[in-house]
């Protein structure tokens, strides 16, 4: 009796603390398609089951009725599947998770973010009615959840979750915008980022040289943020023909205008981001306006899509070339699809509605609702029905590619709690080195294991999180082929692999890949360029207006070459060749005794000073003669010298110009002239002297005798040596290289260093040679034997007109011809000279033999008197 009074007691007890007990009621749960198992730790997931939802009426004058989701789709209802798969093989597995069991709650998102955020807010708030103290204690509802497969959902879902540090991992939600911790701290993905992707699609795109590309994106932030780091990457080599915006909302008039954009412009490459649903408009409006010759390049959304791969598609879109998602196979995956039965539970009306659309058929339960019903015909499902006679994308694993990355995310939570749970007390990582326990731990504690996550898959490939919660980039680079039977194969041609650590990230199997541009007996990939490439010899003209990609080829100006892009000067020894591809080294220009000019001057020069020699000779043995004698000698010896020296100093302008050659041919000019003029003006002085000298009383000669006219002549030319010297010291001639005359040649002369200096040498000679003319000139009809005066003026009108001439004609000259005119006026001048003052002598020495006598001279020296 008094145990059954306490029982009692115990009851009424348990009953008041019951029902003093705080609580609340859910007032309306949502009704929402998913699967259901019970588990020690539930993990929560969202899937795009189904493909269309029918709008509930929102006017509000009664009570909106549900969301209804339609058109099961049978990939990703197996996509949702490999959930179970994975949990049940967790479960099933002792050294993961030992004595915990896994459950699941997995939810259809029907492609709205509406419905993808209620079934976001149902997992994180859960199912029960009641809602008390008592039961808001131990785990939360979910303690992770897998999905959304959508960039823009996962946006709206992440931010909510990221509130309450609850981790998610998307299997397919590729926005690089979710690697901003910042923004999302608790998103975490399986599939590489949007950033990886676009720079694999770029470098296969540089791989080929394709430069200038069309881009089209869905107007979502999967497709914006993919677009604009798109153009990030193009810029650094090509160009975006264009940039078109898929619209959310079938609009017929924005695909139209899309496709004839496409079709107008020169770009063969279309790279389009989007997903299958967005895309498939505009490629059903391009296979309807049958536009072929593009290369279209897909993002992973819709690359593997077998919806879209068709052979009615193929014309315009076959070779198509896109990354994927990693493909891998899963044990047990078809067997376990097979094996699938429905199950009647209100938490797994999923199941039955795939058994429904599988076979065609209604449960008992729903026979009612036939008449709203999508199968007007349909018939009685047993649940008995063979999964095996069907052939649909639900028992297609050979695409395991989002299914692959669904099962790394569950295992990836899976290695997480099992690192919780084995943490060991005074070595945990949080406050005071404490551990969570694996029954009442919160979401934040999860994201540090999660965070930490490192284990190799059932494929050896090793699965883990970067500091952005990104996985490791590897993509299959995929091509649509024709296969043999006659429908499309998405065949992998090649892998990215960001994490391969070498420079090369893209490998490409070039010899399977299929080209839908067929060139005579084989398929080449096309070519994608605004403008071909400038031919070497000229360079880029940007049209105004238009691309840098879009240019005109513009030659290079002379002295200039290119490297297709720009053009670029020759250095100063240089110069362009005919075609403008390759800076030659410019010919060296100089008069050279190999030269037949050169020969000429050389020759000419050396039979001046044979014949002054000559002239020398026959005064040296006819010296004794009166003509000689009336001729003063000693000063016709040294000007026969000095005139020899006037020939031979023209040497010096010959060969290649150096240091000494420069300094000695305007020296030795210099001087030799100036000696030179210097003997004819003090003969000159002599002649008028001798005949002051025979006027009674004059006494002129006896003040101007041998000594002073040696002493004149050695004056006058110290004073040229004079200047010589200063100019040496100052600024001497040094060899220089003229590039001023022409381009193709460096002319080799000797620069005068100082023209001040080479102006005071030549003003000399010409100061001392207008005053010996002048005063030749002015003695000319004085008496004397020889007309000695005459024969000065005229040699001295000779040389001044030579000198004069020679100026116009030495600026003018170009290159080697410059030093030609300057040895031709040296030798002129010598030459006028020698013929002017000597001839004359020589021809009554050699040939009046008569006249050459005392009694000659005297009678006419009386004639001329």
């Not at 992770?144 to 823009?152: C, E, V």
């Not at 063979?386 to 639900?394: A, E, P, R, V, W």
């Not at 194969?489 to 090369?504: M, N, R």
């Not at 250095?571 to 060296?588: G, H, L, M, R, Y």
Request: charged content about 15%; aromatic content about 12%; hydrophobic content about 40%.
């Amino acid at each position: 009796m008094k145990c059954i009074f306490h029982y009692f007691l115990f009851l009424l007890l348990e009953f008041s603390a019951a029902s003093l007990e705080p609580t609340c009621n859910i007032k309306e749960q949502f009704e929402m398609q998913g699967l259901y198992k019970k588990g020690d730790i539930i993990i929560g997931g969202i899937f795009e089951v189904s493909f269309k939802a029918i709008l509930p009426d929102l006017s509000f004058h009664s009570k909106p009725e549900r969301w209804k989701c339609e058109s099961l789709d049978f990939s990703t209802f197996q996509w949702a599947l490999t959930v179970v798969l994975a949990i049940e093989e967790i479960n099933r597995d002792q050294s993961l998770l030992p004595n915990i069991t896994l459950g699941y709650r997995l939810y259809d998102n029907c492609m709205k973010l509406q419905v993808a955020l209620r079934a976001a807010v149902t997992l994180i708030a859960g199912l029960e009615n009641t809602v008390t103290d008592y039961n808001c204690k131990g785990l939360p509802p979910v303690v992770a959840m897998i999905g959304d497969p959508l960039s823009s959902h996962s946006i709206a879902i992440s931010r909510v979750l990221g509130l309450f540090r609850i981790p998610m991992i998307s299997y397919y939600a590729t926005c690089s915008c979710l690697s901003n911790k910042r923004e999302f701290p608790s998103f975490f993905r399986t599939v590489p980022s949007d950033a990886f992707q676009v720079k694999a699609l770029v470098q296969i795109i540089k791989h080929y040289g394709w430069t200038w590309v069309g881009v089209v994106a869905s107007d979502d932030d999967y497709g914006q943020y993919a677009v604009k780091s798109f153009h990030e990457e193009m810029s650094k080599f090509g160009c975006v023909a264009f940039s078109e915006t898929l619209p959310i909302v079938n609009a017929r008039g924005k695909i139209l205008q899309i496709v004839n954009t496409i079709k107008q412009s020169t770009a063969k490459i279309i790279v389009i981001f989007s997903t299958r649903q967005d895309a498939t408009a505009l490629i059903q409006e391009t296979v309807h306006q049958n536009i072929t010759g593009r290369q279209w390049i897909a993002s992973e959304a819709w690359s593997t899509s077998t919806f879209l791969a068709t052979k009615e598609n193929f014309a315009s879109f076959g070779g198509t070339i896109g990354t994927a998602i990693r493909r891998g196979e899963i044990p047990g995956m078809k067997n376990f699809l097979l094996k699938i039965r429905p199950d009647f539970a209100p938490s797994n009306n999923l199941l039955l509605k795939f058994w429904e659309t599988m076979f065609e058929c209604k449960f008992v339960d729903n026979i009612t609702n036939l008449n709203n019903s999508y199968l007007p015909d349909s018939k009685q499902c047993t649940g008995l029905e063979d999964l095996n006679s069907k052939q649909t994308s639900y028992t297609d694993v050979t695409e395991s590619r989002a299914s692959y990355n669904i099962y790394k995310a569950v295992y990836a939570l899976a290695h997480a709690l099992n690192n919780l749970a084995s943490c060991e007390n005074g070595k945990g990582p949080f406050e005071n080195s404490s551990c969570a326990s694996v029954t009442h731990f919160q979401p934040w504690q999860l994201m540090h294991y999660l965070k930490t996550v490192n284990f190799t898959s059932h494929l050896g490939e090793r699965v883990a999180f970067d500091e952005n919660g990104d996985a490791l980039a590897i993509y299959d680079i995929v091509n649509w082929q024709m296969g043999s039977d006659g429908n499309v194969e998405i065949k992998t041609v090649g892998i990215y692999d960001k994490a391969a650590g070498t420079s090369q990230e893209v490998f490409l199997k070039e010899d399977i890949i299929f080209w839908n541009f067929p060139s005579g007996t084989v398929r080449k990939f096309p070519e994608s360029i605004c403008s071909k490439s400038c031919q070497p010899g000229t360079r880029k003209a940007t049209r105004k207006g238009e691309p840098i990609c879009c240019f005109d080829c513009i030659p290079c100006a002379d002295g200039e070459i290119s490297n297709s892009n720009e053009c670029v000067k020759c250095p100063s020894d240089f110069w362009s060749n005919s075609e403008k591809t390759q800076c030659a080294v410019k010919e060296i220009e100089f008069l050279s005794y190999e030269d037949v000019m050169g020969i000429t001057l050389t020759t000419t020069a050396l039979f001046g000073s044979c014949l002054s020699l000559s002239v020398l000779g026959v005064f040296l043995l006819y010296r004794n003669t009166p003509v000689v004698k009336a001729n003063n000698s000693e000063l016709s010896f040294l000007l026969l010298i000095a005139l020899n020296l006037c020939f031979l100093c023209s040497l010096c302008f010959i060969g290649q110009p150096s240091q000494l050659t420069c300094g000695l041919r305007h020296v030795l000019f210099g001087i030799s002239f100036a000696l030179c003029i210097s003997c004819i003006l003090v003969k000159t002085l002599v002649v008028i002297m001798v005949f002051k000298a025979t006027l009674p009383g004059n006494n002129t000669m006896k003040w101007f005798g041998a000594a002073q006219q040696r002493g004149t002549v050695f004056i006058f030319t110290c004073i040229q040596s004079l200047i010589c010297i200063i100019w040496l010291t100052t600024a001497p001639p040094v060899p220089a290289k003229n590039t001023n005359y022409q381009n193709t040649k460096i002319i080799l002369e000797c620069n005068v260093g100082s023209l001040m200096g080479f102006g005071f040498l030549l003003g000399y000679i010409g100061i001392l040679a207008c005053v010996c003319f002048v005063l030749a000139f002015l003695a000319r009809n004085l008496p004397d034997n020889f007309n000695e005066a005459k024969f000065i003026t005229f040699s001295m009108l000779i040389f001044c007109a030579v000198w004069i001439t020679f100026i116009p004609a030495y600026i003018s000259s170009p290159g080697k011809y410059t030093v030609a005119v300057e040895i031709f006026a040296i030798l002129a001048s010598s030459f006028g000279v020698l013929i002017a003052i000597f001839a004359p002598k020589c021809y009554i020495i050699l040939f009046k033999p008569e006249e050459n006598t005392k009694k000659a001279l005297m009678g006419r020296a009386v004639t001329n008197n």
